[in-house]
Each structure stands twice: as structure tokens, then as C-alpha cells.
């Protein structure tokens, strides 16, 4: 079943390397939504409705842990599953965002095939 | 990817950095950009048309800088996105600063203390040829030269104390 996804990140080309990403990992896109912080993100939530968030941590004007703590308050995003893709791959970056709600993480540098590993069971709702 | 020269630690010596700097950025060109760096023949270096750098701050303090031109700039945007870009787009200066940015997290993931106990600033791109970098790092530099799809790049990281 084709998927909306949302995808985070203030390097546009990243945002068009996680969308190829989920296309070989073998998504159905249905429709793709991009935004360069987790402010841009929170304004897009409010009028669209979208399965999945792949979301970067430092960004600026608001960051990824931020952007999740905040999803709560938006009914349109509540159970969306939310998958951190960031550089920030220590341990207690991924304690942080697992804490604030984060159903997955992703270390740049990344393949397809770890793209795919992570989100095939957060799709399937096994997460 | 690990190694076993991964347990060198942020407060150990530096001396043992390099080799974890060298895997550090190939892994990055491999994985991101489906690329093989090539050991450059004599003393090759880039015209550095476009410069990015990330701040790094804690345990570890210094800048790593990505130096190029702009013909493998825009070869590592190409490379990134699948799709041919040209010089002078704006996905080029991104692609550099994204790359930069994947080495200085990928390096510090190596160092025992460092994934933790460093931050990273947002990566910044300079791009033109009449200016020179001056750091106020006295500690250790380490800097390592490629091929990248034939074209010199330098890859530096200066330490301050």
C-alpha cells in the first residue's frame, strides 16, 4: 500500500537521498512532503495527514528531539511512526530519542538495505 | 563498520587517529556516494574552490574542513543524488557541507568518548579562491589527500588543545 511519508532534514540534498532511499528499500510513495526543521515539519503536520517521519537531529530553528517532543500536540501526527536518520550516532543521542518517542535510528552514513532493516517492522506495526 | 584501531579513546593519544580519520571519510564516500577514494599520485591538491567545515566541541575541539573544487563538488552532488548536477548549483555547496558533516560524525562514532562527549555545529560552506583558512587549533592536524572520481580532495582535521 503506497505511503505518505515526511521526511526532515535541513540539507535538501539529504531530504532527496532519504526519498531514494525508501524507494529502494522498496516503499510505495504515495505522496512525499519535505521540510528543513522541525518547525516547518510541525506546520505541515497541521494540514496533512502522513504515515511515516524520517526526521535529522541538528537542524536549526528547531531541532529533531524538539520537533518530537512536540508532535503530541497534533492530532493529525498522533502514531505516526517517527525514524531518526542523523549523524549523531552515539549512544545516548539514540537513548534521547527513543525516550522522547523516536520508533527507530538511522547513522549517516546509511545504505538502503539499513534504510529497509529498520522500517519494514516499524510499517508492520512489530516496533 | 568497525576496526581494530577503534580503541583509541578521546583522552588517550592522538597518535593513533589516523588510520580511524582515513576509514572514516572512505566509508562515507562509499556508503553515500558509491565511491572508491583513490591514493592521489605525488603532491596533488585541490584548487580549494569550495571549503566546509564542522565545528567540533567537548571532549574534542577543532574544525574538519573538506577542501575542493568545483568540478568534484559537483560530481559528489551527482554521485549523492543519482542525477546529473552542474557547477555552481546550490546542491553542490550542500552536498560538500552534507558529506563534511557525515565524515565528522562518522569519525567521532569511532573514537570511544567521543560519540558522547562532542558535538557538532551545523556544517558551513565557503565556496571562492581568494581567501585562506587561518585556525586558532595548536593542538595535532591531521590531513588526509584522495582521488575522488580523479579529482584531488583534502580532508583536514586541526585539534585545538
Known sequence: ?127 | MTSAHESESASGSHEGWSPLFELAVREVFKLMLDSELAAPAGDAHPSPAITSMVGMAGQLNGVLSVQCDEKAAAMMASKMLGVEVSKGSTDTSDAVGEVCNMIAGNFKNKIPGLGDGCLLSPPTVVTGKDYSLCSRGDGPALEVKFLFEGTAIVISLQVHS
Open chain 1, 1 to 127: 500500500m503506497p505511503i505518505r511519508a515526511l521526511i526532515v532534514d535541513d540539507s535538501s540534498v539529504m531530504r532527496k537521498i532519504v526519498e531514494r532511499s525508501l524507494v529502494q528499500a522498496g516503499l510505495e510513495l504515495a505522496q512525499v512532503y519535505q521540510a528543513g526543521n522541525g518547525a516547518e515539519a510541525l506546520t505541515l503536520l497541521r494540514e496533512n495527514q502522513v504515515d511515516l517521519i524520517l526526521c535529522d537531529i541538528n537542524m536549526p530553528v528547531m531541532d529533531g528531539l524538539e520537533f518530537i517532543k512536540q508532535l503530541s500536540g497534533i492530532e493529525k501526527a498522533k502514531g505516526v511512526p517517527v525514524i531518526m536518520i542523523t549523524t549523531e550516532g552515539s549512544e545516548s543521542h539514540v537513548v534521547q530519542a527513543l525516550s522522547c518517542g523516536a520508533r527507530g535510528y538511522i547513522r549517516k552514513p546509511f545504505t538502503p538495505a539499513q534504510v529497509k532493516e529498520q522500517l519494514l517492522p516499524v510499517l508492520a506495526g512489530k516496533s
